[in-house]
Each structure stands twice: as structure tokens, then as C-alpha cells.
């Protein structure tokens, strides 16, 4: 579970109790999340918690993705600079 899913299902559990205004809660889940995450949502103007939640989990797992490809790129790089250096 990522912690976009997380968010969502400890933000549920909390609002399900709450008697507020739509508005309200979509701002309450927008401020919630994470700045990065946050502002590239809020730059959609999402009209539910549902699509800002689509949005965040889309933004987080194509950012995870491009993490862990840049991580292991360098970690080949820093392979490679290490063999030439020995050999």
C-alpha cells in the first residue's frame, strides 16, 4: 500500500465521523497530502476527494517509478566508475 492509500484510508476513517460540507473535506484531503504531491493535484482543480486521490496516487506511482530507475542508474554508474578505478 502506498502511502498516498494510506492517507486515503486513515482520511476516511476520520471524515466518515465528521459532518462537513464537501467542500470542506476535499480541502481538508488536499491540505493533508504531501507539498509535492499537493500542488500538482491542486494545479488540476480536482471537484472530489476521488479525483484528487486518483491524481495523487498517478503522481506518486510515476514519481516512485522514476526514482527507483534514477537510483539504479546511478548505482551502475557508480559500479562501473568503481571497476575501472581497481582495474
Known sequence: MTSVEEYHEAFDYI???LQ???DHIL???LGGLKK??????????PNSVRKAFTL????EASNSQ???STTSVKQNKST????????
Open 66 to 68: 522514476f526514482v527507483t
Open 80 to 87: 562501473t566508475n568503481n571497476k575501472s578505478l581497481v582495474g
Open 56 to 59: 495523487a496516487k498517478m503522481y
Open 36 to 45: 509535492e504531491i499537493q500542488m500538482l493535484v491542486r494545479m488540476f482543480q
Open 15 to 17: 471524515i466518515s465521523r
Open 27 to 29: 480541502s481538508y484531503f
Open 20 to 22: 462537513l460540507s464537501y
